[in-house]
């Protein structure tokens, strides 16, 4: 069941169009920011309230990089993997988040803290190598600074 | 120097608030132009000489004059800014929202009043929280003083403005995948003709622009085109935002005049290269423009200047390959890009990028064979502009087929020793 207040978020997309289906993109995004990603139930509930079908709705939830259809952990961390930040050697700073996280990109850790994923340029290149993590930006990474902005986050 | 987009952008890049930004003339531009005829403004931005700052170069006026006007044009006309900034190696745009916004915001109130649009929507990439805040707030305080809604400044002409927060993918900067988008499709290209001036957002008359673009606006207006031309050391008009990123000493973005050098863009204002790193090649505007080398780096900074050495000047964002980094490596990371990012609409574009990327691969673990350069060589034919729906497999070809002629050794030592020699 969608909640009151996501209900409302979505109404308000709604309103800026007066079109439920140039919506669905904010409706997504608003519930996924408060159930963390979308599972299968959560699409079938928004396509009924949005008058969609639900595979009308999973066509463009499965579009768009930051519209997860998988469990994700509290904490999801987005590597920029584009050209500016390969130039400044993100490869050896995404290999050690996989070794401190234990887990490959696209995985999140045994205990649910964190995910880890890859991202396209992030357009902080005079900062780079850059991650984001739950939208704050961080920048001229090395490992040090890695752990401790990981350490930051229970 | 004048530096009309940057001129007022504090140095700790808070926003410049409604308060400031009038007090340093913001909003004046507008109050001008809401005291002309739409087509007066038309015909001053084409005096101008602006040109679109998302990388194609159309000419704005150009573009704005091609939405119907009168009474029986089709109703509403939208305006939409293109806030997507996902060119890899690109990082203009959020200067200009996140420090100071009123300056985009006002370029689209009189883009609107000029075409005569009834809503206007900015499409920002979500991973631009700090510009969404900003402008956010700052369509508030326009909305609050006037700016912004029913009958704007007493004028009787109104304007509502939105913000998009897109859920990311790179085909959403591609104007027509941009309004699929923001009616809650996925990002597919549009066949063209027809353009979105005549059937755009909802089958309405539909203007896009870029950011940088819609942040000159104001100052023509309220300066005149002789000024704006006047930025500019060439034929384009304005100043434009530089940047350079790469192993450099002092990577950043800088407002200088249209046909700035590279040179000056990479010693002067850069600081040269990183101790210890040799400059190879650069790729002038973001991932999707034609690499240039050593010879080419007193070539002006323009539209036009470029595009005589067989690149162009894109986003005016440059990205640096130094000696330390191997060419055929940097082309699969490009390529990686653009095959994942590639819609998947039409054959030439996934199927081709994903054999190119698959053919890097090989090479740089090794396993390159000898017809692999021709292979490469051919995709850079048959990717080209007209055999795909958008600029997208095209854009990716440039850094690919410049790769071939100014890095060919490198591919063919990769080749030829089964080896990556940087590895």
Redesign the interface.
């Known amino acids: 069941m969608l909640t009151a207040e996501e209900r409302q978020e979505i109404d308000e997309a709604i309103a800026m169009s007066g079109r439920n289906r140039a919506a669905c993109i904010d409706a997504m995004m608003a519930v996924q920011a408060h159930r963390g990603w979308l599972s299968d139930e959560t699409v079938d509930e928004l396509a009924e309230y949005l008058r969609l079908t639900p595979a009308e709705l999973d066509s463009v939830a499965t579009f768009y990089n930051l519209i997860f259809r998988q469990p994700v952990g509290r904490h999801v961390i987005l590597v920029c993997d584009s050209v500016s930040c390969w130039l400044l050697d993100y490869e050896p700073l995404l290999d050690h988040l996989k070794s401190r996280l234990g887990v490959d990109v696209g995985g999140t850790t045994a205990d649910g803290r964190f995910t880890l994923l890859t991202s396209v340029c992030l357009g902080a290149c005079d900062r780079a190598p850059v991650m984001m993590l739950d939208g704050a930006l961080y920048g001229n990474l090395t490992p040090e600074k890695i752990d401790a902005i990981l350490a930051e986050h229970e | 120097m004048d530096a009309p987009l940057t001129g007022r952008i504090r140095p700790d890049r808070v926003p410049v608030d409604l308060q400031e930004y009038e007090r340093t003339g913001g909003y004046q531009g507008l109050r001008k132009a809401l005291r002309i005829q739409p087509g007066e403004i038309i015909e001053m931005v084409k005096a101008s000489n602006l040109r679109g700052r998302g990388g194609a170069g159309f000419p704005t006026g150009q573009k704005w004059s091609f939405i119907p006007t009168g009474d029986d044009a089709p109703k509403p006309k939208y305006v939409v800014a293109n806030a997507d900034?996902?060119?890899?190696?690109?990082?203009k745009d959020?200067v200009l929202m996140e420090g100071d916004p009123h300056g985009v915001i006002e370029g689209m109130i009189i883009a609107s009043y000029a075409v005569g649009a009834e809503a206007a929507y900015i499409f920002l990439?979500?991973?631009?929280?700090p510009s969404a805040a900003a402008i956010k707030k700052a369509i508030a305080e326009a909305q609050e003083a006037g700016y912004l809604g029913n009958n704007i400044l007493g004028s009787g002409f109104s304007l509502d403005m939105?913000l998009?927060?897109?859920?990311?993918?790179?085909m959403c900067g591609e104007e027509t995948g941009l309004i699929n988008?923001?009616?809650?499709?996925?990002?597919n290209p549009r066949d063209k003709p027809p353009y979105p001036a005549l059937v755009g957002l909802?089958g309405k008359p539909t203007v896009v622009n870029n950011v940088e673009t819609l942040a000159n606006v104001p100052h023509i207006v309220d300066r005149g085109a002789d000024w704006y031309r006047g930025l500019s050391r060439t034929d384009d008009g304005g100043t434009k935002l530089f940047?350079v990123?790469?192993?450099v000493k002092k990577?950043?973005?800088w407002e200088l005049p249209m046909g700035t050098t590279l040179r000056e863009l990479l010693e002067e204002h850069a600081g040269g290269m990183q101790d210890g790193y040799k400059f190879r090649g650069l790729?002038p505007g973001g991932?999707s423009t034609e690499y240039l080398v050593e010879e080419h780096l007193d070539t002006p900074v323009d539209f036009d200047s470029l595009q005589q050495h067989g690149s162009r000047m894109g986003t005016g964002?440059v990205?640096?390959?130094?000696d330390k980094?191997c060419p055929v490596?940097?082309q699969l990371?490009?390529q990686h890009?653009f095959a994942?990012?590639s819609?998947g609409w039409c054959t030439p574009c996934w199927g081709g990028l994903q054999w190119v990327e698959q053919v890097l691969r090989a090479m740089e673990a090794g396993e390159g064979r000898p017809e692999d350069i021709g292979i490469l060589e051919m995709h850079t034919k048959r990717l080209r502009m007209g055999h795909t729906f958008c600029a997208l497999a095209p854009g990716a070809m440039e850094p690919l087929q410049s790769a071939l002629i100014h890095f060919r050794d490198d591919f063919e030592e990769h080749v030829r020793e089964k080896r990556c020699r940087w590895k």
Not at chain 2, 164 to 170: E, N, P, T
Request: charged letters at 25%; a positive charge; proline letters at 4%.
């Open positions: 900034e996902m060119e890899p190696g690109t990082f959020r990439r979500r991973e631009y929280g939105h998009h927060q897109s859920a990311g993918r790179y988008s923001l009616e809650g499709k996925r990002a909802w940047g990123s790469g192993r990577p950043g973005i790729l991932a964002t990205i640096v390959l130094d980094k490596a940097m990371n490009l890009f994942q990012e819609c």
